[in-house]
């Protein structure tokens, strides 16, 4: 039982330090986007709390919720007594149902982060795929960045949008229509990554574009990029 609690201190504590990673990328304001991270071997994520200041944020803060999105506030240490942790005021993420979702149905994702990172976010708003027209993103996603259908908060619609989209697709993100980006990894660090270079290509594209059409590339070259930079490069 102490492994599980030494794990779970150890997500919260990587989960609240990622956070800085996006204010320092700009692709979040406010209190606005989230990162979060399963607990490998367990039912269980880490995610950060609804409302609070990014500057605020602590690893005591965040939230242990189950792979269904319902806060877990401690664990039973099988001799009658009871390990607790966190803040019972604190209620999880506005997301955390859509994160959950992708736990319960992608085993290997390890890490989901949802920003409104503003370039990304405008070929969101567009419901346009972003198109493979740099080697990056060939290295990176394996080819364009997909939509994701309209879905609203509330429920796990916005989750089984990025699963359906996300499952065939080489890419780590998905603009989910009319609300933003959303990126996974193998632990939530690659998620992060993701969600940076999904923001600096979606910028670069737009870019492009008003200085005339990008030059597509090719997708045997598009594959060959992506095998390399993942399995021999990129590693």
């Known amino acids: ?16 330090a990622l956070h800085a990673e996006l204010t320092r990328y700009e692709l979040v304001v ?3 986007g989230n990162v979060s991270a399963r607990v490998p071997g367990h039912d269980l994520m880490v995610i950060k709390p609804s409302g609070v200041s ?17 806060p877990v506030s401690g664990i039973n240490t099988g001799s009658g007594g009871t390990v607790e942790w966190g803040n019972p005021d604190l ?18 994702v390890g890490g989901v982060v ?38 609203l908060i509330g429920d ?14 080489h890419s780590p993100a998905v603009l989910m229509q009319n609300h933003g980006p959303f990126t996974i990894g193998k632990d ?7 969600a940076v270079m999904c923001e600096e290509v979606a910028r ?4 492009s574009r008003q200085l005339g059409e990008p030059l597509p590339i090719d997708a045997g070259q598009i594959e060959s990029l992506y095998d390399r930079y993942q399995n021999v490069y990129g590693r």
């Open 54 to 70: 990014y500057d605020e944020l602590t690893p005591e803060l965040m939230v242990v919720t189950d792979l269904y999105g319902t």
């Open 114 to 151: 949802h920003t409104h990172s503003t370039y990304a976010t405008a070929w969101a708003a567009r419901g346009e795929p972003i198109p493979c027209v740099l080697t990056m993103m060939g290295d990176e996603f394996g080819g364009t960045i997909p939509v994701g259908p309209f879905a």
């Open 204 to 207: 670069t594209v737009h870019i």
């Open 30 to 32: 406010w209190t606005a």
């Open 91 to 108: 209620s999880p993420s506005s997301d955390t149902a859509a994160h959950a979702y992708v736990y319960r149905n992608m085993p290997d």
């Open 1 to 16: 039982m102490s492994a599980l609690l030494e794990t779970i201190a150890r997500i919260r504590a990587e989960v609240c």
């Open 188 to 194: 939530a660090r690659s998620a992060v990554k993701a």
């Open 156 to 169: 796990d619609s916005i989750g089984r949008g990025i699963v359906e989209t996300l499952r065939a697709s």
